[in-house]
């Protein structure tokens, strides 16, 4: 199968209310000038350097948002920042906290999603799901930042029916958060190549996928 014919057949699947980002990690150049052809104009990198050297390749393709997927390192977030329409992966109040200073001095808005563990999952990052509650207060204080919605990545060895309920009770964490703070979270990025069918049922607006796209990474 062709990357236009693969991203053909997912997009049969997907309702108007969600957004298909092809994640090109470890994908050359001209791969994603393929996806391009084929109509994809969201990208998502999870490394920094190499998602500057496809930019620069890129150059000549100016209408494509970038996104960032991989954890953020403390001491690379004004690249990112300045590199990045969107960050899915923020995940700690310091992180935000930095960002937003970052922010200020930089003189951006920069649109972010936090990073939530619906299932504990001690390999990962982000917040579990009763430490984010606590720390909403505060990430309201990053006035910088435009958070824009939700983030989550499960843990290996879910059922269909625990990837379901995951990415259901993902939903529920934006709208109590929406409930009981001012922010606005209209976005939930949820579900990869194996699971984003699961991930559209249960309200995904932005989906994330690699492999299902640009076939097995090397
Ligand atoms: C690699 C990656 C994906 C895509 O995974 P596939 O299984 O190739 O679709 C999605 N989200 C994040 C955060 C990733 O790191």
């Known amino acids: 199968m062709t990357i236009a014919s693969r991203i053909e057949s997912i997009r049969l699947t997907l309702p108007p209310s969600t957004r298909l980002i092809a994640v090109s990690k470890q994908v050359s150049s001209d791969y994603i000038r393929q996806a391009y052809r084929a109509g994809v104009r ?3 990198e999870s490394k920094l350097q190499e998602a500057i050297s496809k930019q620069q390749e890129l150059k000549d393709l100016p209408d494509i948002s970038w996104h960032f997927i991989g954890h953020l390192q ?42 939530v563990k619906v299932v504990p999952d001690p390999d990962k990052f982000g917040w579990d799901t009763d430490e984010l509650l606590a720390d909403i207060p505060a990430l309201v204080n990053c006035k910088q930042l ?6 989550t990545i499960l843990p290996q060895g879910l059922s269909a029916g625990e990837k379901l309920a995951a990415f259901e009770k993902t939903g529920d964490l934006a709208q109590i958060i929406e409930n009981s703070s001012s922010l606005c979270l209209p976005h939930l990025s949820m579900g990869m190549s194996n699971d984003y069918p699961l991930a559209i049922r249960a309200g995904a607006t932005l ?6 796209i640009f076939g097995e990474r090397i």
């Open 74 to 115: 403390a001491n690379k977030a004004r690249k990112v920042l300045e590199s990045f329409d969107l960050i899915h992966a923020l995940d700690s109040l310091k992180l935000a906290q930095r960002l937003d200073r970052l922010a200020a001095e930089l003189e951006i808005n920069p649109q972010v999603l936090l990073q």
């Open 146 to 151: 435009k958070i824009q919605g939700l983030m």
């Open 42 to 44: 969201d990208f998502a």
């Open 207 to 212: 989906i994330r996928v690699g492999t299902g």
